[in-house]
Structure formats: structure tokens, C-alpha cells
């Protein structure tokens, strides 16, 4: 009718010339701008990039790439979340994907829609609107001194053994253990200072310069891990220990030695 026509006029006129958003661009899919976010991240570690990664191309592409962004609508999330709790975790397996899995997917097409909206592609980010699903963590029982006792006498002589026995007297996170240096230890005020950690998903090396760290190392995982641990005596005798014989490597070794730190 005359009176729709009219309502939608108004609707186009204040959305698109008073508010300023840009024309729709109705070929664009909820795929396309998935990848293109996801390589316009900068200065997320590797790991995170790699479970976005997976996030979108095993579970949100195969669900709602097809949709067209602007038709994007709060039932096709809804209706793709439900779908993915009955999706096999893998091809032969039985086992359904974790409430963990489909909560980080959906946080992942949150984030993606939301910069639409910031761009000026979309008026609101239709995700939001879905509810998360719940997730119930399992419950975690620690080793007990008797069992990390029985540990420790196992692994003695082990040349991982002061990663070990640090890593049961400091509490240190894996990749802050593997991201040690010998200049990070401080022997003498009993500190260990937490400055880099290993990163899951670097590469070592790179084309122009093979067998290079690149990538392999890059700051904790926040402003506050960045920290000075205290170095309890049992750590400090395993990391002299360590040490002496990462001496004694290098001596034998040579002119072969690499002394990455």
C-alpha cells in the first residue's frame, strides 16, 4: 500500500542519509566477512588465532557462511547453535562438542558482527540477542603432596627434572615454564621473573630466516602475568643442578653448540 511504501521511504531515509550507514551490500556472506575479520586481527598470540580459526571454518562456515550478512537474523544463530550440540566432536566419534566449544563459537560470531556494526555495515548485532550456552566445568583434583612426592623421586636424574620440580613449587603456567631463559633467574635474590612464554601455535623459524625463534616465544598471556616469583629452595638446588649441566653439553659440544638462552 501507499502508506508501506511511505514507511519504508522514512525507514530508508534516517537509516542511510541522517544516520549515515552505508548502502547494504546484499552479496556479502556471514563467511566472507567471518575470514576478513579474522585476518584483519593484529597482535593476537597464535593460539588464540588458531581456535578462532578452527571456530569458524569446522563450526560457524559450514552452519551460516551461506546467509547473506544483512538477512543475518536472531533464529539463524539460534537454530545454528542448536544444530552444533548434536554435531559429532569428530568424524567416527559419538561424543558431542563441548558447551566450551559452542560458547567460543558463538563469542567468536558475537565479536565478528559487532565489528560490523562498528563498520556501519549492520544496525545491530543480532547475536547478542541469542543466549550463550551454559557450561559446566569439571571439577579439578589436584595431585597431593604424597603423590607429587612419589612423582618427583620418580623423575630424579630426568633431564626435565627442574622443569618438574619447578613447575610443582612455583605454580608457573606451561607455556611461562617453557618460556624460562637462564637471564630470567635470579639465584641470588631466589626470584624467577615471568617475561616471555611459549606460544602454542608458533613456528620456529621462517623462510628468510630458518631455524630462527620467530614466533616461537612472545609475552604472557597478560599485563599482570608479567610478575617475580618466589624461588623456593627445591627449585633453586634443581635449577643449579640444570644448569651445571647445561654447562657441561655445551663444553662437550663445541663450536657445534646454539645457545638459545
Known amino acids: ?9 522514512v525507514e530508508f531515509l534516517k537509516k542511510y542519509l541522517y544516520d549515515g550507514l552505508p548502502l547494504e551490500d ?4 556471514v563467511g566472507a566477512h567471518l575470514r576478513e575479520w579474522l585476518a584483519s586481527r593484529d597482535g593476537i598470540r ?17 552452519e551460516l557462511g551461506h546467509v547473506k550478512l544483512a538477512k543475518l537474523a536472531p533464529r539463524d544463530v539460534r537454530a545454528a547453535l ?6 559429532p566432536a569428530t568424524k567416527r566419534g559419538t561424543k558431542k562438542l563441548s558447551p566450551r566449544t559452542i560458547q567460543l563459537a558463538r563469542s567468536v560470531l558475537r565479536a565478528a558482527i559487532e565489528q560490523a556494526v562498528k563498520d556501519g555495515d549492520l544496525a545491530r ?12 566445568r569439571e571439577p579439578v583434583t589436584p595431585l597431593t603432596p604424597e603423590q607429587v612426592e612419589t612423582f618427583l623421586e620418580g623423575v630424579e636424574g630426568d633431564p626435565l627434572e627442574a622443569l618438574y620440580v619447578v613447575a610443582f613449587s612455583t605454580g608457573l603456567r606451561q607455556g611461562e615454564l617453557l618460556g624460562l631463559r637462564w637471564q630470567d633467574i635470579d639465584f641470588e635474590a631466589r626470584e ?15 623462510a628468510e630466516k630458518p631455524g630462527s625463534k620467530e614466533g616461537l616465544f ?30 657441561e653439553k655445551k663444553k662437550i659440544a663445541g663450536d657445534d653448540w646454539r645457545e638459545y638462552g
Do not use: F
Open 1 to 9: 500500500s501507499q502508506a508501506e511504501v511511505n514507511e519504508k521511504r
Open 26 to 29: 546484499g552479496r556479502l556472506t
Open 46 to 62: 597464535p593460539s588464540t588465532a588458531a581456535c578462532y580459526r578452527v571456530a569458524i571454518e569446522k563450526h560457524l562456515i559450514p
Open 82 to 87: 542448536i544444530r552444533l550440540k548434536d554435531k
Open 125 to 136: 548485532n543480532v547475536v547478542a540477542l541469542v543466549e550463550s550456552p551454559r557450561v559446566e
Open 192 to 206: 624467577i621473573r615471568v617475561i616471555q612464554a611459549r606460544l602454542r601455535g608458533g613456528r620456529v623459524g621462517t
Open 218 to 247: 612472545g609475552p604472557p598471556k597478560s599485563r599482570s602475568s608479567r610478575r617475580a616469583v618466589t624461588m623456593p629452595d627445591m627449585a633453586a638446588m634443581a635449577l643449579w643442578r640444570h644448569q651445571a649441566t647445561h654447562r
